[in-house]
């Protein structure tokens, strides 16, 4: 189960920096989007909002950057726990545990982007379900902070 655990942490670390790569790889279509989704437009089902759209360039720029860096920073940390982990697979239940610090952050961190960020704020404030583009990243993003939220789970899990 150690293995399994470590394997996991590791996976969670691909996933992130996969997608916090890909974004810088993509830099003005990754803007592009958080653009379009914050700006509110193409509102027709609920076409009133809470609160403003978010049009400022340097203000979607840095709602673009906050997501790439959490990103970053969850593979980073997920990273450092596989690390950890797998440095301490042969020591005792307790040294384990300890060991699972980073990799048990990493998922936090990353449940934080996929289901605090897309669903919670863009979801829910910018209302994204209500465009293509966007209803997409939304159900993405909830498959996403489910599948880290099973990881953290079972990383969380008592080891022998």
């Known amino acids: 189960m150690r293995n399994i655990k470590i394997a996991l942490a590791a996976f969670v670390a691909l996933f992130c920096l996969f997608y ?9 279509a990754g803007h592009g989007f958080v653009a379009y989704v ?12 809470l609160g403003p759209p978010v049009t400022l360039p340097a203000l979607t720029w840095m709602m673009f950057l906050i997501i790439v860096a959490l990103e970053l920073l969850a593979g980073l940390l997920a990273a450092r726990g596989a690390y950890d982990m797998f440095s301490a697979r042969g020591a005792s239940a307790d040294d384990f545990a300890s060991a699972k610090r980073y990799a048990l952050l990493g998922c936090g961190v990353a449940i934080l982007v996929w289901f605090g960020l897309f669903g919670a704020i863009a979801g829910a404030y910018f209302q994204t379900w209500q465009t293509e583009a966007g ?11 489910i599948q880290h939220g099973i990881v953290l789970l079972v990383l969380a899990g008592a080891d022998d």
């Open 20 to 28: 916090a790569v890909q974004n810088i790889v993509n830099l003005q």
């Open 135 to 145: 209803v997409n990243a939304l159900r993405d993003a909830g498959m996403f902070s």
């Open 38 to 49: 914050s700006s509110m437009a193409d509102h027709v089902a609920y076409p009133k909002h």
